[in-house]
């Protein structure tokens, strides 16, 4: 079979290939099954050995996971608003979309630059995730500053957090919240 | 043939399946891709969890005596890698690469220093590295006779003087022992054995130190050429009746601000242990070092020891208060800190007016070359200065801006790279400044040059005063007849040199900072304007002048109210 003897040349090269091509495809297939496989076993594993179900939760302290949220963490304990309001409920909105949107976004990003190391220090926060901040300050306390809020939507105005840095992460207007 | 047969059906079908073979290649490929990313983010992740967990490994033992900072480095090799980066990208020894004199930038500093050694070379500083090499070759060393004083803040000395301190009270002092313990009073002992005497002969006692590495005499900075590289010494052979200099000596390095135990910070030398010990039994209120005040309501039954009392952050600025301040540091007297009376640039100069040397005579640092007076010389006040600032007040310490934390993957490390916050101010000011770099930096270069500015004019009213002090002399006044001028002269020098030889240009306390500078002004004025007194005719009376009578601004017939109303 692997030297067709009789047939002429063209025509044996021709079936060389095609069984040839049918050997590739069946190797190609177990290679397949095999890397995704590894995929797989080794993407559950890493997933499960970063915590990654606990980015699904609530849970301030997951957010601490990847020790760069650490010292922020730890000033949002000794914060003001430490016994109502958790990570989630200041930095994402409150509908169900959004939500998920944000944390997807934020989440990738994040994970991309503290594994390239390729960010910010001390960490900034973005202006999109600033929006998102200010709208949860509103979304408790409208009540009370509706009258200080812009005529028209978009207007401008101080965020809440210009003066009241403190009340998620204690220490925040002196600065002391990267201090131990 | 069967064989063949079998294998030719499928093939036909298979004549159409190239497609089915490129896509499952490209699967093979994205899936590869796809483990490598998933494994190099576990690998990251693996790394980030052992540096969260295990900060640093002790792979070489060090005690009291390793002033050697090579073994330390092994241990934590992130701290000692920003330590060697004071030296810059290359260690630059030589004259020729020495930074540039201060006295051709201002030529008022050699009428300043007249009759002083800075007036013969004063440059701008180098990192930490440099301190021990640049001390070696300045000429103000080489060319004049010092005190080994002068090796209390430029080398890491705590086991010479440990070692002298226990020879001078009889005790053993072999290697053993020089390794086992800190032993405060031994050191200051030592300390004030051999303050007083030469700067060579101590700097030699320095190279025979052990330093905890044995055998090992490559310095992790080279030493300077022995005599400098100009002046009579230069390139000379040590004198045989010299104390034989083996070893190898450090600048300030790991111990000298480190436990070697706990790696906690702590103070080492003895001009602070007794300056600071003498400020907290003053009644200077102290708002920016509330352990002090703390220590104050206590029962006082020992003196202030800031390694027992002081907090972590306070001793984040106190190891620097060590050398960057103001004291005394010559042959007359031991090396002194002049905290007495408080922080303040005054109550250091009530101190030093208050002090006498021990033959008896009154306080000066130098006889002016110019004049004669008898006048002072201001060190490096940083810690001083800081002290009267807003930062100093807002808890904020020396190391907070100076040696920022930095993030070396998932671990927190103060950078050991001490250097100017303006190289840096991402970590150093925008850890509590929340603004860009660029209006930070606008900020403080505004602070800075209206300090120079203010400090031009004071250098101008004290080229001034120097002048109207020659000319009446020149014109014959007397001794006594100047020495009002003369009291006069040294304070204005004082309060200019204060703020000149600081190195902060106003940054560390700005008001602070102008205020001493627009005292010096005062000052040199009105020595300028006493001194031209003793040489001009007597003032005529001045009580016959005519004197304008206060009138109405407005004429009564306009006056909006009319009078008839």
């Given at each position: 079979?692997?030297?067709?003897?009789?047939?002429?040349?063209?025509?044996a090269?021709?079936?060389?290939?095609?069984?040839?091509?049918?050997r590739?495809?069946?190797?190609?297939?177990?290679?397949c099954a095999?890397t995704?496989?590894?995929?797989?076993?080794l993407?559950?594993?890493?997933?499960?050995?970063?915590?990654?179900?606990?980015?699904?939760?609530?849970n301030?302290?997951?957010?601490?996971?990847?020790?760069?949220?650490?010292?922020?963490?730890?000033?949002?304990?000794?914060?003001?608003h430490h016994?109502?309001?958790?990570?989630?409920?200041?930095?994402?909105?409150?509908?169900?979309?959004?939500?998920?949107?944000?944390?997807?976004?934020?989440?990738?990003?994040?994970?991309?630059?503290f594994?390239?190391?390729?960010?910010?220090?001390?960490?900034?926060?973005?202006?999109?995730?600033?929006?998102?901040?200010?709208?949860?300050?509103?979304?408790?306390?409208?009540?009370?500053?509706?009258h200080?809020?812009?005529?028209?939507?978009?207007?401008?105005?101080?965020?809440?957090?210009?003066?009241?840095?403190?009340?998620?992460?204690?220490?925040?207007?002196?600065?002391?919240?990267?201090?131990? | 043939?069967?064989t063949?047969?079998?294998?030719r059906q499928?093939?036909?079908?298979?004549?159409?399946?190239?497609?089915?073979?490129?896509?499952?290649?490209?699967?093979?490929?994205?899936?590869?891709?796809g483990t490598l990313?998933?494994?190099?983010?576990?690998?990251?992740?693996?790394?980030?969890?052992?540096?969260?967990?295990?900060?640093?490994?002790?792979?070489?033992?060090?005690?009291?005596?390793?002033?050697?900072?090579?073994?330390w480095?092994?241990?934590?090799?992130?701290?000692?890698?920003?330590?060697?980066?004071?030296?810059?990208?290359?260690?630059y020894?030589?004259?020729?690469?020495?930074?540039?004199?201060?006295?051709?930038?201002?030529p008022?500093?050699?009428?300043?220093?007249?009759?002083?050694a800075?007036?013969?070379?004063?440059?701008?500083?180098?990192?930490?590295?440099y301190?021990?090499?640049?001390?070696?070759?300045?000429?103000?060393?080489?060319?004049?006779?010092?005190?080994?004083?002068?090796?209390?803040?430029?080398?890491?000395n705590?086991?010479?003087?440990?070692?002298?301190?226990?020879?001078?009270?009889?005790?053993?002092?072999?290697?053993k022992?020089?390794?086992?313990?800190?032993?405060?009073?031994?050191?200051?002992?030592?300390?004030?054995?051999?303050?007083?005497?030469?700067?060579?002969e101590?700097?030699?006692l320095?190279?025979?130190?052990?330093?905890?590495?044995?055998?090992?005499?490559?310095?992790?900075?080279?030493?300077?050429?022995?005599?400098?590289?100009?002046?009579e010494?230069?390139?000379?052979?040590?004198?045989?009746?010299?104390?034989?200099?083996?070893?190898?000596?450090h600048?300030?390095?790991c111990?000298?601000?480190h436990?070697?135990?706990?790696?906690t910070?702590?103070?080492t030398?003895?001009?602070?242990?007794?300056g600071?010990?003498?400020?907290?039994?003053?009644?200077?209120?102290?708002?920016?070092?509330?352990?002090?005040e703390?220590?104050?309501?206590?029962?006082?039954?020992?003196?202030?020891?800031?390694?027992?009392?002081a907090?972590r952050?306070?001793?984040r600025?106190?190891?620097?208060?060590?050398?960057?301040?103001?004291?005394?540091?010559?042959?007359?007297?031991?090396?002194?800190?002049?905290?007495?009376k408080?922080?303040?640039?005054?109550?250091?100069?009530?101190?030093?007016?208050?002090?006498?040397?021990?033959?008896?005579s009154?306080f000066y640092?130098?006889?002016?070359?110019?004049t004669g007076?008898?006048?002072?010389?201001?060190?490096?006040?940083?810690?001083e200065?800081?002290?009267?600032?807003?930062?100093?007040?807002?808890?904020?310490?020396?190391?907070?801006?100076?040696?920022?934390?930095q993030?070396?993957?998932?671990?927190?490390?103060?950078?050991?790279n001490?250097?100017?916050?303006m190289?840096?101010?991402n970590?150093?000011?925008?850890?509590?400044?929340n603004d860009?770099?660029?209006?930070?930096?606008?900020?403080?270069?505004?602070?800075?040059?209206?300090?120079?500015a203010?400090?031009?004019?004071a250098?101008?009213?004290?080229t001034?005063?120097?002048?109207?002090?020659?000319?009446?002399?020149?014109?014959?006044?007397t001794?006594e007849?100047?020495?009002?001028?003369?009291?006069?002269?040294?304070k204005?020098?004082?309060?200019?040199?204060?703020?000149?030889?600081e190195?902060?240009?106003?940054?560390?306390?700005?008001?602070?900072?102008t205020?001493?500078?627009g005292?010096?002004?005062?000052?040199?004025?009105?020595?300028?304007?006493?001194?031209?007194?003793?040489?001009?005719?007597?003032?005529?009376?001045?009580?016959?002048?005519?004197?304008?009578?206060?009138?109405?601004?407005?004429?009564?017939?306009?006056?909006?109210?009319?009078?008839?109303?």
């Amino acid at each position: 079979m692997t030297e067709p003897p009789t047939a002429p040349a063209t025509t044996a090269d021709s079936a060389q290939k095609k069984v040839l091509s049918a050997r590739a495809v069946t190797v190609l297939s177990v290679l397949c099954a095999g890397t995704l496989g590894v995929l797989g076993g080794l993407g559950a594993f890493t997933f499960g050995y970063g915590d990654g179900a606990a980015y699904l939760t609530n849970n301030p302290a997951s957010c601490a996971n990847c020790h760069v949220m650490q010292e922020h963490y730890d000033a949002w304990v000794k914060s003001s608003h430490h016994g109502v309001a958790t990570c989630n409920d200041c930095h994402l909105p409150h509908d169900f979309a959004g939500k998920w949107i944000t944390k997807g976004d934020n989440g990738f990003f994040h994970s991309l630059a503290f594994t390239t190391g390729n960010f910010h220090e001390p960490i900034q926060i973005k202006e999109r995730n600033r929006r998102v901040t200010q709208s949860a300050c509103l979304h408790c306390h409208a009540d009370y500053v509706d009258h200080m809020l812009p005529a028209e939507p978009g207007g401008q105005m101080q965020l809440c957090v210009h003066c009241h840095g403190s009340v998620g992460h204690a220490g925040r207007e002196s600065g002391y919240a990267d201090r131990d | 043939m069967a064989t063949r047969d079998s294998t030719r059906q499928p093939t036909s079908a298979i004549s159409h399946r190239p497609g089915r073979a490129m896509l499952l290649a490209l699967v093979f490929v994205v899936a590869v891709v796809g483990t490598l990313l998933v494994t190099w983010v576990l690998i990251t992740m693996f790394g980030h969890k052992q540096a969260a967990r295990q900060p640093f490994v002790r792979v070489a033992e060090v005690d009291e005596i390793s002033t050697d900072p090579e073994p330390w480095g092994r241990n934590w090799p992130h701290q000692f890698d920003g330590w060697k980066a004071t030296a810059g990208d290359k260690f630059y020894g030589g004259s020729s690469a020495l930074p540039e004199s201060k006295l051709d930038k201002y030529p008022w500093l050699k009428r300043l220093y007249a009759g002083y050694a800075f007036s013969i070379d004063y440059r701008e500083a180098r990192g930490h590295a440099y301190m021990l090499y640049d001390q070696g070759v300045t000429e103000r060393v080489t060319q004049k006779p010092q005190a080994g004083a002068c090796l209390h803040c430029h080398g890491s000395n705590t086991v010479m003087y440990r070692r002298e301190g226990l020879k001078a009270m009889g005790l053993a002092h072999d290697d053993k022992t020089l390794a086992s313990d800190f032993n405060m009073d031994a050191v200051i002992r030592g300390f004030q054995e051999v303050s007083k005497k030469p700067y060579s002969e101590v700097y030699a006692l320095l190279m025979s130190s052990p330093d905890g590495t044995p055998g090992e005499n490559e310095p992790a900075v080279p030493q300077p050429p022995i005599g400098g590289f100009t002046g009579e010494f230069a390139g000379r052979k040590i004198p045989s009746d010299h104390p034989a200099i083996t070893g190898e000596a450090h600048p300030v390095s790991c111990i000298d601000c480190h436990d070697p135990k706990t790696m906690t910070v702590r103070i080492t030398r003895p001009g602070f242990v007794l300056g600071i010990a003498a400020l907290a039994a003053s009644t200077e209120p102290t708002p920016h070092l509330p352990s002090i005040e703390k220590w104050r309501r206590g029962d006082r039954d020992r003196p202030f020891d800031p390694n027992k009392d002081a907090t972590r952050q306070e001793m984040r600025s106190l190891v620097c208060g060590q050398c960057h301040v103001e004291y005394y540091c010559a042959t007359k007297d031991t090396l002194e800190f002049p905290w007495g009376k408080g922080l303040k640039m005054e109550q250091l100069e009530a101190h030093w007016d208050a002090k006498k040397f021990p033959d008896g005579s009154g306080f000066y640092d130098y006889k002016h070359g110019e004049t004669g007076a008898e006048v002072l010389k201001a060190q490096h006040p940083e810690f001083e200065l800081w002290s009267q600032g807003i930062h100093a007040r807002s808890g904020v310490s020396c190391a907070d801006c100076h040696m920022p934390y930095q993030r070396e993957g998932a671990m927190k490390v103060s950078s050991h790279n001490i250097q100017s916050p303006m190289k840096n101010i991402n970590n150093a000011c925008q850890q509590c400044h929340n603004d860009d770099e660029a209006t930070l930096r606008e900020k403080v270069e505004t602070i800075q040059s209206r300090t120079m500015a203010q400090m031009d004019r004071a250098a101008v009213a004290m080229t001034d005063m120097l002048d109207a002090i020659l000319e009446a002399k020149a014109s014959g006044a007397t001794q006594e007849q100047l020495a009002p001028v003369f009291s006069l002269q040294r304070k204005a020098m004082w309060r200019l040199d204060f703020i000149s030889s600081e190195n902060s240009r106003g940054f560390h306390a700005d008001q602070e900072a102008t205020r001493i500078l627009g005292e010096s002004i005062d000052y040199s004025r009105q020595a300028q304007a006493m001194a031209l007194r003793l040489r001009a005719p007597k003032a005529p009376d001045t009580e016959q002048l005519p004197k304008e009578q206060v009138r109405g601004v407005t004429p009564t017939q306009k006056s909006p109210v009319p009078s008839d109303r």
